[in-house]
């Protein structure tokens, strides 16, 4: 929120303390909450994929059983996880249904947050900004999920991390490295992208 001090930590620690507020009375620091973690939810969602309609609903559903479950919640340091594994069952509970979602059907420039869905927003998406996406659309399914999640995390938790993503905390940095590697290699392939 626009004037709101910034809460200090990690992402998972300052959820904590915004959900903590929340839980207490101040109704106001969900709406802040929201704003912290939908970016990081979004492309979980995105990374399980489904198409955009299906992830605004997703997200809707997951927030609404937060709020619903709040007081369940016995350690507000798992909010964020909690809200992480919410929202992937839910997607795999929409995909097993549809069952139409297929991986072809994904395109670069589908890969935007829900936050830059304005007609003003869309119409000054920087070129680099698609072909960046499009190149991370190119990279290994592990590589797109952990780049997704890390590009929205200000200070991202690696133990919450690999508990999403499924993989051992120590194979965070080296993925995370070989993937960045991978993705700077192919942008100076790139004879459109400007550095």
């Known amino acids: 929120m626009i004037g709101a ?32 973690l939908t970016p990081i939810l979004w492309h979980t969602l995105r990374a399980q994929r489904l198409d955009r309609e299906s992830c605004e609903d997703v997200l809707q559903t997951s927030w609404l059983a937060l709020v619903r479950s709040a007081e369940s919640i016995s350690d507000p340091q798992a909010v964020l996880q909690w809200l992480i594994v919410s929202a992937r ?31 003003e927003e869309l119409v000054q998406r920087s070129e680099g900004e698609t072909r960046l996406w499009h190149h991370i659309a190119a990279l290994p399914e592990r ?22 993503l499924g993989m051992p905390v120590g194979s965070i940095g080296p993925t995370r490295g070989r993937c960045l590697a991978k993705l700077r290699l192919q942008l100076a ?4 992208w400007e550095t």
């Open 5 to 36: 001090e910034p809460v200090p930590g990690t992402l998972a620690s300052r959820a904590a303390a915004l959900f903590s507020a929340y839980r207490a009375g101040e109704e106001a620091k969900m709406g802040e909450l929201v704003a912290l």
């Open 143 to 164: 590589c797109q999920a952990l780049l997704r999640v890390i590009a929205f995390a200000d200070r991202p938790d690696y133990a919450d991390i690999a508990r999403s």
């Open 189 to 192: 392939n790139d004879p459109g």
């Open 89 to 119: 069952r839910e997607a795999w509970r929409v995909v097993r249904r549809s069952d139409r979602i297929e991986p072809r059907d994904f395109h670069a420039d589908d890969v935007v947050s829900p936050a830059a869905d304005s007609p």
